[in-house]
């Protein structure tokens, strides 16, 4: 799947973060980056549940950046 822009669900604090699906077999494996510092985080899970991985890649984003 191509990169798409992540919505207004991110919070007003992380800002832009660009969201690129993957998807292999019965998985479903999502990359999240903020845009304005480059970080990444990556989550794996069920295909079935894409909404749920891209919460969960979107908060180890958030977790990262609030790290750095």
Do not use: C, F, Q, W
Not at 18 to 25: K, L, P, Y
Not at 41 to 68: D, Q
Request: hydrophobic share 45%; net charge positive; proline share 7%.
């Amino acid at each position: 799947m191509p990169p798409g822009r992540a919505g207004g669900d991110n919070g007003p604090d992380l800002g832009e973060v660009i969201v690129e699906s993957t998807r292999n077999g019965l998985y479903l494996k999502i990359t999240a980056v903020h845009v304005a510092t480059g970080i990444e985080a990556t989550a794996v899970g069920p295909a079935a549940e894409p909404k749920a991985v891209e919460r969960l890649a979107v908060a180890k984003l958030r977790r990262l950046i609030v790290a750095s």
